[in-house]
């Protein structure tokens, strides 16, 4: 069955003063959870982007990205029937449910997002990110593993979370593992790590690689580029 979850209602709480797409929620400072992706590929992006506020057109690639998302969106809907996330989990008891924009947040840890295509069954979730290509970069994995931790944290926690990459547009999944007591342990650590950037707690720290430097669109106006 494919379900469209509705999520209006969920506390949004407030912009932080400062720093771009961080809210406050609660007390806690809430960050997006695809900056883990840019985190592992370059962390000083972010600062540039939202702490500092520089401003720049999107890619090629991100504008291609953006319309095949929005084209599998709109595919998705006609036959989507909306739903809230507790009906979601009743129905997945049962039968396998498929969602795609599922938002999750978590409070504790500070993040927030939509995973692209969610599979929720009796025995098991499968959370999946769309992505160009077919390599499972760290960064990526990254991303996957706080969308399952905020899942876990916050919707389920007692049932087997299985994390993947599919190259975006396809069928392809290119990369699939279940989600370990190891893999949250590591990706809390990297969450604290984003925590404690926000807080001016840890220093910014840019690539080495003048590869990842050269295929930046920050590279015209970063200080540390090395292309």
Not at 43 to 65: C, D, R, V, W
Not at 130 to 158: E, H, R, T, W
Not at 195 to 209: C, H, S, V, W
Not at 212 to 222: D, G, L, Q, T
């Amino acid at each position: 069955m494919d379900l469209l979850e509705l999520n209006s209602t969920y506390d949004n709480g407030r912009a932080h003063p400062t720093i771009h797409q961080v809210r406050i929620i609660g007390n806690q400072t809430n960050f997006p959870i695809s900056w883990l992706n840019i985190q592992g590929y370059c962390e000083y992006s972010i600062y540039l982007e939202n702490f500092q506020h520089i401003k720049l057109k999107a890619n090629t690639a991100m504008l291609k990205g953006t319309r095949i998302h929005n084209q599998l969106e709109e595919e998705f809907q006609k036959d989507a029937i909306s739903t809230t996330i507790d009906e979601i989990i009743e129905t997945s008891q049962t039968e396998e449910v498929l969602s795609r924009e599922f938002f999750v947040m978590s409070k504790e840890y500070g993040i927030r997002g939509f995973i692209d295509e969610i599979w929720l069954g009796p025995d098991s979730i499968v959370i999946i990110d769309d992505k160009p290509g077919d390599k499972a970069y760290f960064s990526m994995k990254n991303q996957v593993y706080a969308y399952a931790l905020a899942f876990k944290n916050s919707i389920c926690n007692d049932k087997k979370i299985e994390c993947a990459l599919r190259t975006r547009g396809t069928d392809n999944i290119f990369w699939r593992e279940e989600f370990t007591k190891e893999s949250e342990e590591n990706i809390k650590n990297i969450i604290q790590h984003v925590q404690n950037l926000i807080a001016g707690e840890d220093d910014f720290i840019p690539t080495k690689n003048p590869n990842k430097c050269r295929v930046c669109r920050f590279n015209k106006v970063c200080p540390n580029n090395k292309s």
